[in-house]
């Protein structure tokens, strides 16, 4: 795989392209879209599923995830694509277990931080929530503090058959440990949850 920079003289930008085995060339901004759609996707997908949220047909989505592939999987890469019976999924390199056990180990241990206390609250007041939704919210990536609570056991995920990415939401544990019996005892929820703010955050 060769990359090359396309200039475009007309508006003086630079447009990456992937060059492919048949000679064809891929726009990147397709190549970036199915990397976008691994990397929030909580399970595996196949090339349908994801050609029929992009609006693309599938070989052209095909072609990316093949591109994709050759991209990560190396065996200095932290992130892997892995492939089976036609589904795809981004993941990391089984290679570096050993570190993310211990990075894992550090992230639990000990009091949640301001983050997880933050990315917490939104879910409690907002969830059922998607990550995107989450991550619109707060300005930031949240793929590693949901993990973490997760992990502790205080955030549940959900995912209906058709969508792409899950939902988040408090966990029994989570209400057990707040003592209550659902997210809308919690104070001034129905003002919260529908805030002004959070509202147009969302809808941007």
């Known amino acids: 795989m ?3 920079e396309e200039k475009d003289s007309s508006i003086g930008l630079e447009t990456d392209v992937i060059i492919v085995a048949d000679n064809h060339f891929l726009d990147i901004s397709l190549l970036a879209q199915v990397e976008s759609i691994l990397f929030v996707a909580s399970k595996s997908l196949d090339c349908k599923k994801i050609a029929k949220a992009l609006g693309k047909d599938e070989g052209s989505v095909e072609e990316a995830l093949g591109n994709l592939i050759l991209k990560y999987n190396r065996d200095n890469s932290g992130i892997h ?3 089976e019976d036609g589904e795809y999924r981004m993941s990391t390199n089984p290679c570096c277990g050993e ?3 211990v990075f894992v180990k550090d992230e639990i ?7 997880q206390l933050e990315t917490l609250t939104v879910i409690a007041y907002r969830g059922p929530i ?3 939704e989450l991550e619109q919210i707060r300005g930031v990536n949240c793929s590693v503090i949901i993990r ?3 992990i502790r056991g205080l955030i549940n ?3 209906e058959k058709n969508e792409l990415v899950p939902y988040y939401s408090l966990s029994l544990d989570a209400l057990r440990e707040l003592g209550i019996s659902n997210s809308s005892d919690l104070p001034d929820y129905d003002s919260l949850h529908v805030h002004e703010y959070v509202e147009n955050v969302v809808k941007t």
């Open 81 to 83: 694509i892995f492939h």
């Open 99 to 101: 570190a993310i056990e």
């Open 148 to 150: 973490n609570l997760m």
């Open 109 to 115: 241990a000990g009091e949640l931080t301001c983050a």
């Open 130 to 132: 998607t990550r995107p």
């Open 2 to 4: 060769q990359l090359n």
């Open 157 to 159: 995920e959900s995912q």
